[in-house]
């Protein structure tokens, strides 16, 4: 048997996003989004489901902190709707928006749990998409609008931000694979839309730390891990392609200011619209943090005479997958703490989403989740791996405390460790929501 204490300052959450479990999509105001738009498009999204309803968090946020105290989280990490503040995205403020997030805000410090909260969780104002949305340069300063008016209401009480979520998916998904909303499949919007996120975060920092007294803000990536197929040279060389691809083309920028060589040469003539000063702010305006969300990894192979574009696939291994057909690999969560300790060295990491969608069944009051639980266990052995090599990892937020919308999956597939029923909204904590408050509770676990 091994133990596995955390330090005592260790912070234990859960995760959640707005459109994901909100709901209310027409009311109070809000405005339309990307993905209400996306969502009612025939074929975007599985089964036709859409965040209509989610989770009711919006009419049940009491019910739900209560059983966040319940599990004893020390910190909720949730997202606030631009379109719930900015119905537009610009202009007119909506109070019935800011006034939700005052309450959610005041019920969780009530109740002694610390909010994290992103600023930008993928639910653009559909008003600023038929603007070019984050293909427009002038999306930096309609997000600083935004950050502005929300930061002035809330900042007296909530001292921790995240500027944006997963823009590599937001921006790859959303304006070059079009898996997401808006839909878009164009490299060039992609690239363009990718560089706007990072100007539009380093907008936010500064006004974040203008506004918040004692603030921290950081931005959350999705960093992804790549193991070569085998032991040639050209599978290391495809590996590392797939790494300058998802983590450096973001991390470079919030650490050295510049864009990874590699990726560069890649893109050649496509970042002719670079500009000079285009990382001014952000290097005069640098993050107190870095979140990561981590679920898998990927075995890498070369294909040099492919027509894809960075030469490579990723090849399926024969060993456990979630219901997402992602790969069960706990090592590789070390391994992607340490790859960016190692090139880049940020002060202080939260792992912000880790989780597992499994196929869970409902017996009487119970969800009998052995795997998800397995699943945690492994992956917070190897979080207590990297602080014990020295990485700053300072925290933990479990995706997802409810079960919920899953963007182009949409109700398929369960990662809460919370079960919601959504015919009837009634919630269930799983077994694997108990184990985790259990481990909050000792602050570790034991794992034969």
């Given at each position: 048997?091994?133990?596995?204490?955390?330090?005592?300052?260790?912070?234990?959450?859960?995760?959640?996003?707005?459109?994901?479990?909100?709901?209310?999509?027409?009311?109070?105001?809000?405005?339309?989004?990307?993905?209400?738009?996306?969502?009612?498009?025939?074929?975007?999204?599985?089964?036709?489901?859409?965040?209509?309803?989610?989770?009711?968090?919006?009419?049940?946020?009491?019910?739900?902190?209560?059983?966040?105290?319940?599990?004893?989280?020390?910190?909720?990490?949730?997202?606030?709707?631009?379109?719930?503040?900015?119905?537009?995205?610009?202009?007119?403020?909506?109070?019935?928006?800011?006034?939700?997030?005052?309450?959610?805000?005041?019920?969780?410090?009530?109740?002694?749990?610390?909010?994290?909260?992103?600023?930008?969780?993928?639910?653009?104002?559909?008003?600023?998409?038929?603007?070019?949305?984050?293909?427009?340069?002038?999306?930096?300063?309609?997000?600083?609008?935004?950050?502005?008016?929300?930061?002035?209401?809330?900042?007296?009480?909530?001292?921790?931000?995240?500027?944006?979520?997963?823009?590599?998916?937001?921006?790859?998904?959303?304006?070059?694979?079009?898996?997401?909303?808006?839909?878009?499949?164009?490299?060039?919007?992609?690239?363009?839309?990718?560089?706007?996120?990072?100007?539009?975060?380093?907008?936010?920092?500064?006004?974040?730390?203008?506004?918040?007294?004692?603030?921290?803000?950081?931005?959350?990536?999705?960093?992804?891990?790549?193991?070569p197929h085998s032991d040639t040279?050209?599978?290391?060389?495809?590996?590392?392609?797939?790494?300058?691809?998802?983590?450096?083309?973001?991390?470079?920028?919030?650490?050295?200011?510049?864009?990874?060589?590699?990726?560069?040469?890649?893109?050649?003539?496509?970042?002719?619209?670079?500009?000079?000063?285009?990382?001014?702010?952000?290097?005069?305006?640098?993050?107190?943090?870095?979140?990561?969300?981590?679920?898998?990894?990927?075995?890498?192979?070369?294909?040099?005479?492919?027509?894809?574009?960075?030469?490579?696939?990723?090849?399926?291994?024969?060993?456990?997958?979630?219901?997402?057909?992602?790969?069960?690999?706990?090592e590789a969560i070390y391994n992607?703490?340490?790859?960016?300790?190692?090139?880049?060295?940020?002060?202080?990491?939260?792992?912000?989403?880790?989780?597992?969608?499994?196929?869970?069944?409902?017996?009487?009051?119970?969800?009998?989740?052995?795997?998800?639980?397995?699943?945690?266990?492994?992956?917070?052995?190897?979080?207590?791996?990297?602080?014990?090599?020295?990485?700053?990892?300072?925290?933990?937020?479990?995706?997802?405390?409810?079960?919920?919308?899953?963007?182009?999956?949409?109700?398929?597939?369960?990662?809460?460790?919370?079960?919601?029923?959504?015919?009837?909204?009634?919630?269930?904590?799983?077994?694997?929501?108990?184990?985790?408050?259990?481990?909050?509770?000792?602050?570790?676990?034991?794992?034969?």
């Amino acid at each position: 048997m091994t133990q596995y204490i955390f330090p005592q300052d260790f912070l234990w959450g859960a995760a959640t996003a707005s459109y994901q479990i909100e709901g209310a999509v027409f009311e109070d105001g809000r405005g339309t989004t990307v993905w209400d738009v996306f969502a009612d498009t025939p074929g975007k999204v599985k089964n036709g489901d859409s965040g209509e309803v989610a989770c009711d968090h919006y009419h049940r946020y009491p019910q739900d902190v209560a059983l966040m105290k319940q599990l004893g989280l020390h910190a909720y990490r949730f997202s606030i709707a631009w379109a719930r503040i900015l119905p537009e995205g610009t202009g007119n403020i909506n109070p019935a928006g800011l006034d939700f997030y005052d309450k959610l805000l005041d019920t969780l410090l009530v109740n002694g749990i610390r909010p994290f909260a992103t600023l930008y969780h993928w639910d653009l104002p559909q008003a600023l998409e038929d603007k070019g949305g984050w293909t427009n340069k002038m999306i930096v300063d309609w997000f600083g609008e935004y950050v502005h008016i929300v930061t002035k209401r809330l900042g007296d009480r909530l001292k921790d931000w995240m500027t944006l979520n997963e823009p590599w998916v937001f921006t790859y998904l959303g304006y070059a694979s079009g898996d997401h909303a808006p839909g878009h499949r164009d490299l060039n919007m992609y690239i363009r839309a990718s560089h706007h996120s990072i100007m539009a975060h380093a907008r936010a920092v500064n006004i974040v730390h203008a506004n918040v007294a004692d603030s921290q803000v950081g931005i959350v990536l999705n960093p992804a891990w790549s193991d070569p197929h085998s032991d040639t040279l050209q599978d290391y060389l495809a590996s590392q392609r797939l790494l300058s691809f998802q983590n450096r083309w973001w991390l470079h920028p919030l650490y050295h200011g510049e864009y990874p060589a590699d990726m560069m040469a890649i893109y050649g003539d496509k970042m002719a619209f670079l500009q000079a000063d285009d990382f001014d702010e952000l290097k005069a305006n640098p993050s107190d943090f870095l979140g990561v969300n981590f679920y898998t990894r990927h075995v890498v192979q070369a294909m040099p005479y492919s027509d894809e574009w960075l030469k490579f696939i990723t090849v399926r291994q024969n060993r456990e997958h979630t219901e997402m057909d992602w790969e069960v690999s706990p090592e590789a969560i070390y391994n992607v703490l340490k790859h960016i300790h190692d090139e880049y060295a940020p002060s202080k990491i939260y792992i912000t989403e880790n989780g597992a969608a499994f196929n869970d069944v409902v017996t009487g009051d119970s969800v009998h989740d052995e795997r998800r639980v397995a699943f945690y266990q492994q992956y917070l052995a190897h979080c207590h791996r990297a602080i014990a090599d020295g990485i700053p990892l300072k925290g933990y937020f479990a995706w997802s405390l409810l079960d919920n919308f899953e963007w182009a999956e949409g109700y398929s597939k369960r990662f809460g460790i919370i079960y919601v029923d959504y015919p009837t909204q009634r919630r269930i904590i799983k077994d694997s929501g108990k184990w985790y408050a259990q481990t909050i509770r000792d602050n570790g676990f034991v794992l034969p």
